[in-house]
T-cell receptor, first 113, second 115 residues
């Protein structure tokens, strides 16, 4: 059973507009969440993260929002740029349980100019 | 040049052959991981090791084996028992301790194709 779900396989956005990528999780033990960006034939690179004690974390054009009661997080990219076109993975971990990162299936973002 | 080195980048294997993928790191990270990426499947955990001479199975360990004899190295062997080995394999590391301990650093990956 998937513990981290990214229900939208793809998203298309125009340059300059906002991109919103969504992620849901089922395990209430998760206490840290991360977003990774991946280009084809490369390893994922870390983008931004958020602890479960916060509801928002911002880094430049990237903001992650966490809604613990809904077990939902989202990544906002504004303004979107063509170079943002990539696969975005949501990941979660339970530090208490000491397990490895669990990844979602990814959302492919396409930003058109 | 610090980081994670995965080799080979591309590998072709005949059915029934074992193959070993190399992962070497000079980040002095304690934990090392192997993930597999398939189209539409995201990243799935094969094996991980939090300390030398110890490792745990991930979600899809069947048909794979690992060793962790040195802190710097975590090779993955894809055996003939793995039914569908064609995939993109990613090695990752994580430091111990609280600072940045949740962030995995990934290598560039190895593409294995079974002919």
């Amino acid at each position: 059973d998937q513990q981290v779900k990214q229900n939208s396989p793809s998203l298309s956005v125009q340059e300059g507009r906002i991109s919103i990528l969504n992620c849901d999780y089922t395990n209430s033990m998760f206490d840290y969440f991360l977003w990774y960006k991946k280009y084809p034939a490369e390893g994922p690179t870390f983008l931004i993260s958020i602890s479960s004690i916060k509801d928002k974390n911002e880094d430049g054009r990237f903001t992650v929002f966490l809604n613990k009661s809904a077990k939902h997080l989202s990544l906002h990219i504004v303004p979107s740029q063509p170079g943002d076109s990539a696969v975005y993975f949501c990941a979660a971990i339970s530090n208490q349980a000491g397990t490895a990162l669990i990844f979602g299936k990814g959302t492919t973002l396409s930003v058109s100019s | 040049d610090g980081g994670i080195t995965q080799s080979p980048k591309y590998l072709f294997r005949k059915e029934g052959q074992n193959v070993t993928l190399s992962c070497e790191q000079n980040l002095n990270h304690d934990a090392m991981y192997w993930y597999r990426q398939d189209p539409g499947q995201g990243l799935r955990l094969i094996y991980y090791s939090q300390i030398v001479n110890d490792f745990q199975k991930g979600d899809i360990a069947e048909g794979y084996s690992v060793s962790r004899e040195k802190k710097e190295s975590f090779p993955l062997t894809v055996t003939s028992a793995q039914k569908n080995p064609t995939a993109f394999y990613l090695c990752a590391t994580r430091p111990a301790g609280r600072s940045g301990a949740n962030v995995l650093t990934f290598g560039a990956g190895s593409r294995l194709t079974v002919l």
